[in-house]
């Protein structure tokens, strides 16, 4: 008398083992790879957000943003006074619709004062990445001025930014004499200080749409540079915040609060910094492959890794005749 077999047998276990092992091999890269793309996307759409806010702030005054925004003095006196201002997100936050967050912002005192912790520390969601992972969620440390005597007392923590103004490149010669020389710049849309030798601020220009000769939709005005206050380079962490050596250009940790006004010099493109080679003075996302930016026209790309390097400057730089093309993407 012969049995019915039940159940399955340990080869045809094996067998569908190795089939769903197969499955999730091929499934998964591909709903990671959907993750990312939706994330991209994400971020485009708030860089663009970002550069239609730009673009009223413009038309309302006839100018774009200053890089120093406040009433407590008239532009920077020195180059440290540059660190304590209002940045040029306070200055499009009623544009972006985000009228409460400006209205806890104090413009007659410096961003860097008590007072404006209410405001300064509160999240902004469309200056934030959602593909970053930076471990250090906001800038710990946040510095009063006490009038240039340092170093200043800790007054406080700053909400992060994973967005900046690209204000123009610097190139390696000539050899600076001092950080008030500014002969190896050459400026974007922004505005831009001018200094004395000793680093006191001379005056400052008002960056107009009618400035840049090389076309809106050729000039570069705002592009990622995500991870900070902690230092990445080439998507892997160097140093997390605050356990971290000096990167190679400025203040870094300053950087990353999007209330906080910035130097010039900690904020330029470095001319043979490759794309997201590092957050410390260049464009970086941790996007695979490329960065986002917007441009002067509202349009936002994604910029490949691959671009070559004078595309990049030509397409920063606001007057230079050095019109760049990318690729269609």
């Given at each position: 008398m012969t049995s019915n077999r039940n159940g399955i047998t340990l080869i045809e276990t094996v067998v569908v083992i190795a089939i769903i092992s197969l499955l999730a091999a091929i499934l998964i890269p591909a709903v990671q790879s959907a993750r990312e793309a939706s994330r991209r996307l994400e971020c485009q759409n708030?860089?663009?957000q970002?550069?239609?806010?730009?673009?009223?702030?413009?038309?309302?005054?006839?100018?774009?943003?200053?890089?120093?925004?406040?009433?407590?003095?008239?532009?920077?006196?020195?180059?440290l006074d540059e660190n304590h201002f209002h940045s040029w997100r306070t200055a499009i936050l009623p544009q972006l619709?985000?009228?409460?967050?400006?209205?806890?912002?104090?413009?007659?005192?410096?961003?860097?004062?008590?007072?404006?912790?209410n405001g300064i520390t509160t999240e902004v969601s469309v200056f934030l990445c959602p593909s970053t992972s930076s471990q250090t969620k906001t800038l710990p440390d946040v510095y009063d001025f006490k009038e240039g005597n340092l170093p200043g007392s800790r007054i406080g923590y700053a909400a992060r930014s994973d967005y900046e103004a690209l204000i123009g490149v610097h190139f390696p010669t000539p050899a600076m004499t001092s950080s008030a020389d500014l002969r190896g710049i050459k400026f974007g849309a922004w505005g831009e200080p001018r200094y004395d030798l000793d680093g006191f601020s001379l005056s400052y220009r008002t960056a107009r749409v009618s400035d840049v000769t090389d076309g809106l939709s050729n000039t570069l005005l705002v592009g990622e540079r995500a991870g900070r206050p902690d230092w990445y380079r080439r998507g892997k962490p160097v140093f997390?915040?605050?356990?971290?050596?000096?990167?190679?250009?400025?203040?870094?940790?300053?950087?990353?609060?999007?209330?906080?006004?910035?130097?010039?010099?900690?904020?330029?493109?470095?001319?043979?910094r490759r794309l997201n080679d590092t957050n410390s003075d260049g464009?970086?996302?941790?996007?695979?492959?490329?960065?986002?930016?917007?441009?002067?026209?509202?349009?936002?790309?994604?910029i490949s890794e691959s671009t070559d390097q004078e595309i990049v400057i030509a397409l920063i730089t606001r007057a230079e005749g050095d019109v760049g093309a990318l690729d269609s993407n």
């Open positions: 708030k860089l663009r970002i550069g239609m806010a730009l673009q009223n702030h413009e038309s309302a005054f006839r100018k774009l943003p200053s890089l120093y925004n406040g009433t407590f003095l008239k532009q920077p006196r020195h180059l619709e985000l009228n409460a967050v400006y209205q806890k912002i104090n413009l007659g005192l410096r961003a860097t004062d008590i007072a404006n912790q997390i915040y605050p356990n971290m050596s000096d990167p190679p250009f400025g203040n870094h940790a300053q950087q990353a609060a999007w209330g906080i006004s910035t130097n010039i010099w900690e904020i330029l493109y470095r001319s043979y464009i970086f996302s941790f996007h695979p492959s490329g960065a986002n930016v917007a441009f002067g026209d509202g349009s936002v790309r994604f």
